[in-house]
């Protein structure tokens, strides 16, 4: 059974934080590549990081660079979105993915998360 879910959203005031976390199960954890997507209403779809399989190398969408951080807890098969210096903007609902390539396609990957709702106010 696959099972991708997304948890640590919220409401939080421009400029704080959230931990969004995403629980892998069913999948070759190890092989896939994780990655965040954010679905605003009325907006399209949009990639926002990425960690390659195993977590060697993390990719980030310019706008959230310097601000948010993707990492893995293999242990866990866990992979975290620490959202730091939110702003409104940001606000969205967030979804994790899994895939077999790491691209910023959405496309591309196999598995998704039901999503946690992240909201920003100014």
């Known amino acids: 059974q696959v099972q991708l879910e997304e948890s640590g959203g919220g409401s939080v005031q421009a400029g704080g934080s959230l931990r969004l976390s995403c629980a892998v199960s069913g999948i070759p954890y190890s092989t896939y590549c994780v990655a965040w997507f954010r679905q605003a209403p009325g907006k399209e779809r949009e990639w926002v990081a990425r960690i390659s399989a195993g977590g060697a190398t993390a990719y980030y969408v310019d706008r959230v660079k310097g601000r948010f951080t993707i990492s893995q807890d293999n242990a866990k098969n866990t992979v975290v979105l620490q959202t730091n210096s939110l702003k409104p903007e940001d606000t969205a609902m967030y979804y994790c993915?899994?895939?077999?390539?790491?691209?910023?396609?959405?496309?591309?990957?196999?598995?998704w998360g039901q999503g946690t709702q992240v909201t920003v106010s100014s």
């Open positions: 993915a899994a895939g077999p390539f790491c691209t910023w396609n959405g496309r591309l990957y196999n598995f």
